[in-house]
């Protein structure tokens, strides 16, 4: 089982961005799947987590308003749509699957850098 995450990079503050997580080795149609992230010197906080079948989205207050989580179940793929970035939205972004509590998840991604310039 494996979650690969992508689409960080630089962008200047008020910018966008659009991750992606391509999860392979089973289907996770079925389990809520969600974003995580860790700012330098900081610890690991939640971002966003959507359903099985995306009917329910939920989001740190943080980000609420500002990014958007979704997932296409027939390519297996997850999204977080982040628009309006902020320097305090530079940070690591973990994708995850199938969680046992609110913050730990079964299957971790392995990070994408995401880097809001001011």
């Known amino acids: 089982v494996q979650l690969q995450a992508s689409g960080g990079g630089l962008v200047q503050a008020g910018g966008s961005l659009r991750l992606s997580c391509a999860a392979s080795g089973r289907t996770f149609s079925s389990v809520t799947m969600g974003w995580f992230r860790r700012a330098p010197g900081k610890e690991r906080e939640f971002v966003a987590a959507?359903?099985?079948?995306?009917?329910?989205?939920v989001y740190a207050d943080s980000v609420k308003g500002r990014f958007t989580v979704s997932r296409d179940n027939a390519k297996n793929t997850l999204y977080l749509q982040m628009n309006s970035l902020k320097p305090e939205d530079t940070a690591v972004y973990y994708c995850?699957?199938?969680?046992?509590?609110?913050?730990?998840?079964?299957?971790w991604g392995q990070g994408t850098l995401v880097t809001v310039s001011s």
């Open positions: 959507i359903s099985g079948s995306g009917g329910t989205t």
């Open positions: 995850a699957a199938d969680p046992k509590t609110i913050s730990t998840y079964s299957y």
